[in-house]
């Protein structure tokens, strides 16, 4: 596929957002060589200069997959402000008031949301003179009066430019203050799951962070020797997430999920009244975009430095217009740097399958990945002469969900997790760093990264019900060099049903790689059978 090349509209949106960004966008104080098997700093968490000084706003990961026990709905979760240590009081971790939070699907293909939901949080104090405690006595439910600082939401839903109030001050799940202060955080928490008129459920709260990823690939690559390995850097840090379970009609083209099963879906942050570059100066009413996410990884690995503060503020349409981000794609940095340092074989360019994983959505029709998977095109209804590159996670409703998840998704055979969407049991390192050497479109695994991170799975189990997520932590993450409180929680996770269900991560089959051919001809045969 030849490179798309850059329309002077955008150059000048590019450049505008440059210039926005200023000297910022320059900055270094994130090092762009993420080299293997690390890739990332924890998946999107601090990938930019300037949202890494906007904790709130920064969008950390994006999961979609059809609902394990409600196979007839899509989840949908976003999680925002990256490393909560669980102690941090005394004022523990909020949702920002002043910005709108946003989850935005793309039914037909065009990078353009036709639906988004939007939730909007207003903080209530009770006492904000005489007290500083966010709590002031045990609290057993979300109404209980010694909560002393809680926020409600406003969920909307917009079609195009028509918007929807669903549900208005809603209470959100409190952070997790500890045992003396929320006895029963998991009644707490069920408390703050709500039903959406219409079908479907809703939830806002704290949460264990799902991400799990060994991140001291920044000491040398693992200690220079790969020694430094298989230690969870996210074990123990919470985040705030968002999640929504919805009828599968409500996201497909024309409602129809049988025929159009192929949606798009990315999240991002807007922040009122500021420039992107500044958030203490004031500059009107108008809502800014200052953060994005799709798929995993994209703007650690793919985006250069230069661009990735840029990259936070485009939409999806814009994608395959900016030239630096698509050259980047086609032509990627990290395989050059695993060749330098690990001696594996670059692949050879242009990276037309990651072309298709990341901006098209795999179809045999799109790329040299020979399966039909996940992309727009695939869907009956769709225009194609409509349909644009861009960066979305793309996900096929009409793929069921696998009873036992392999961590490798479809490059293990599973064709229910990443790249077609995204499961909280995915290896979203492990899988991004096979593919960014070449093995969607070989097949095969490359042996000599085969143990990745050595960090298969979260450290503690997932819900088997929404929202799934596990129970935020408790104990400090600075916990000593071997952890033992850590440890200890992740045993009173286990036996208290804080988080009890499903494995974070079945292991690789025994026979080991399963070809994604393979993977497509199963979705094909189901496809002809229905």
């Not at 999680?79 to 002043?98: C, H, K, L, T, V």
Request: with cysteine; proline share 8%; glycine share 10%.
């Amino acid at each position: 596929m030849k490179a798309i090349q850059a329309t002077p509209r955008s150059r000048r949106v590019l450049d505008h957002s440059l210039l926005v960004l200023g000297a910022g966008a320059l900055a270094t104080g994130l090092g762009v060589m993420t080299l293997a098997p690390g890739l990332s700093a924890a998946s999107s968490h601090r990938e930019a200069p300037l949202i890494a000084g906007d904790p709130r706003a920064d969008n950390t990961d994006v999961y979609a997959f059809t609902s394990p026990d409600k196979p007839d709905t899509v989840t949908l979760l976003a999680n925002w402000i990256p490393f909560e240590e669980p102690n941090g009081g005394p004022s523990f971790y909020a949702f920002g008031d002043d910005l709108r939070y946003n989850i935005k699907i793309d039914s037909d293909g065009d990078g353009v949301a036709d639906t988004t939901y939007t939730w909007r949080f207003h903080n209530q104090i009770r006492d904000a003179a005489n007290q500083f405690l966010y709590n002031t006595g045990p609290v057993t439910s979300l109404t209980d009066p010694n909560l002393n600082f809680r926020q409600v939401y406003d969920l909307v839903v917009s079609h195009g430019e028509e918007s929807k109030v669903l549900l208005s001050n809603v209470p959100a799940a409190p952070s997790r203050v500890g045992p003396a202060s929320m006895p029963n955080y998991a009644a707490l928490r069920n408390q703050a799951i709500r039903t959406i008129p219409g079908g479907g459920k809703t939830f806002a709260g704290q949460a264990d962070d799902p991400f799990f990823a060994d991140l001291r690939v920044f000491d040398l690559l693992y200690g220079g020797n790969l020694s430094e390995r298989g230690q969870d850097t996210l074990a123990g840090y919470n985040v705030n997430s968002v999640a929504l379970q919805v009828p599968k009609s409500e996201l497909a083209l024309h409602g129809n999920s049988s025929r159009n099963p192929v949606v798009g879906i990315w999240s991002t942050t807007d922040r009122q009244g500021v420039q992107v570059s500044d958030s203490r100066s004031q500059r009107g009413d108008r809502w800014k975009q200052v953060s994005r996410l799709g798929n995993p990884l994209v703007n650690e690995v793919v985006v250069p430095l230069k661009y990735k503060d840029a990259f936070n503020t485009l939409n999806p349409d814009q994608d395959h217009t900016v030239q630096p981000v698509v050259d980047k794609v086609l032509d990627p940095i990290l395989p050059k740097l695993i060749q330098k340092v690990y001696g594996v074989p670059a692949p050879a360019t242009p990276r037309k399958d990651l072309f298709e994983i990341y901006l098209t959505g795999i179809c045999k029709a799109c790329g040299p990945i020979k399966a039909d998977l996940n992309a727009h095109r695939l869907n009956k209804d769709v225009n194609p002469r409509g349909i644009v590159p861009a960066e979305e996670l793309r996900l096929n409703m009409a793929v069921p969900p696998t009873a036992n998840p392999n961590r490798l998704g479809v490059l293990a055979g599973d064709l229910a997790g990443f790249p077609n969407g995204r499961r909280l049991t995915d290896d979203a390192v492990d899988i991004s760093l096979q593919a960014v050497e070449g093995a969607a479109q070989t097949g095969k695994l490359v042996p000599a990264l085969a143990d990745g991170d050595k960090v298969d799975a979260n450290e503690v189990p997932f819900g088997r019900s929404f929202p799934y997520l596990a129970l935020p932590h408790t104990k400090s993450v600075n916990s000593g060099p071997h952890g033992p409180e850590r440890a200890q929680q992740s045993s009173l996770h286990n036996a208290t049903g804080d988080g009890v269900g499903q494995t974070a991560a079945a292991g690789t089959s025994a026979a080991g790689v399963l070809l994604l051919g393979a993977g497509g001809w199963r979705l094909r045969r189901r496809n002809k059978n229905n």
